[in-house]
């Protein structure tokens, strides 16, 4: 083996034990005590301008981008299963990774069978491997949670009118949860089973907003709290909420008609290449089969998707936009 093919291998084997480090590494003692410690300082404090403090302080927090870190989650395993929770479907912890393992060993012997490098299919594999689960299950968490923002308006209406009638809060939420179909429902179900066992309706709310990591449920949460602690008319509060949640999903919807173009030209440029790549390969295999035994092409391929990464990436900073 050349210096080269060592070089190639040496960089493969950091970046695996980087992914690996990252994947099950945790947060640090000292911050986790801290964030602790001031958990317990918000859950047992008296004060009005404290619980609402700490309320916003979730509700801030769930927007902002953690690398590992998911709210209510204290490791990068715990946050992986709140993602499974999050996605709506019964998957378990141990079907993710036997199904990421799977995906990895097929690809890996796939690739060996078909260029004979073990390195390269070794690295391919477990990328495959761990790239598309990780994004199929994105696509099932974005769907629930555009489920649920759609329909979560309609819900607060629904309380609203239970309010009007002259319902407590507590039996509003079991109608909620009984006439609102989808992840609402679903939600505000759970809800209502934590409350009946002896949980406060704020810490039922909380929980279930630490768990969802939606901006929409956060501000719900919010308004509750802030309307028991200073009083006033909760129905007008949240009928007000309502109206503002629909000028919110009118505005998303807006940016996303304005940025379709923009980001289906990033798809089609980002794609191009892959595309015409395989079908040169599929016509004439021996004419791009040497990026598969060449080490100069090896390491020339390998900066070429490096670059289109970086350009993908800021292609997505370009077009995205938070509400």
Same mark, same amino acid.
């Given at each position: 083996m050349n210096p080269l093919q060592l070089l190639v291998v040496a960089v493969g084997l950091m970046s695996v034990m980087a992914l690996l480090w990252l994947a099950f590494?945790?947060?640090s003692v000292g911050k986790e005590s801290a964030r602790r410690l001031s958990a317990?300082?918000?859950r047992h404090s008296d004060s009005a301008t404290t619980r609402v403090e700490a309320q916003m302080r979730r509700a801030i927090a769930s927007r902002k981008p953690k690398m590992h870190r998911v709210a209510g989650s204290n490791s990068r395993i715990d946050a992986l299963a709140l993602r499974l929770s999050r996605s709506g479907k019964s998957w378990t912890l141990q079907q993710y990774l036997y199904g990421s393992l799977g995906i990895a060993a097929v690809i890996a012997v796939i690739l060996f069978l078909k260029t004979?490098?073990?390195?390269?299919? &070794? /690295? @391919?594999?477990?990328?495959?491997?761990a790239g598309v689960p990780h994004m199929v299950l994105n696509f099932f968490i974005k769907r629930r949670t555009t489920a649920f923002t759609v329909k979560f308006p309609d819900g607060i209406e629904l309380l609203v009118r239970g309010l009007r009638s002259g319902l407590p809060v507590s039996e509003t939420l079991g109608v909620v949860a009984q006439e609102v179909p989808g992840p609402v429902g679903e939600e505000f179900k759970l809800v209502t089973e934590r409350m009946k066992i002896g949980k406060t309706m704020e810490d039922a709310l909380q929980e279930t907003a630490d768990? &969802? /990591? @939606?901006?929409?449920?956060?501000?719900f949460c919010i308004t509750l709290a802030i309307q028991r602690e200073t009083g006033g008319n909760l129905a007008e509060t949240l009928a007000n909420l309502a109206d503002v949640l629909r000028k919110r999903a009118q505005m998303k919807l807006k940016i996303r008609a304005m940025s379709s173009e923009s980001k289906a030209s990033a798809y089609i440029v980002g794609s191009l290449p892959f595309i015409v790549f395989v079908l040169i390969y599929w016509v004439n295999p021996g004419y791009v089969g040497q990026f598969f035994v060449d080490e100069r092409l090896m390491v020339a391929g390998m900066g070429g998707m490096v670059w289109m990464s970086i350009g993908g990436f800021m292609m997505a900073k370009m077009v995205s936009f938070e509400i």
């Open positions: 590494a945790g947060p317990v300082r918000y004979g490098a073990p390195m390269l299919a &070794l /690295g @391919i594999g477990l990328a495959v491997g768990r &969802l /990591g @939606i901006p929409e449920f956060n501000f």
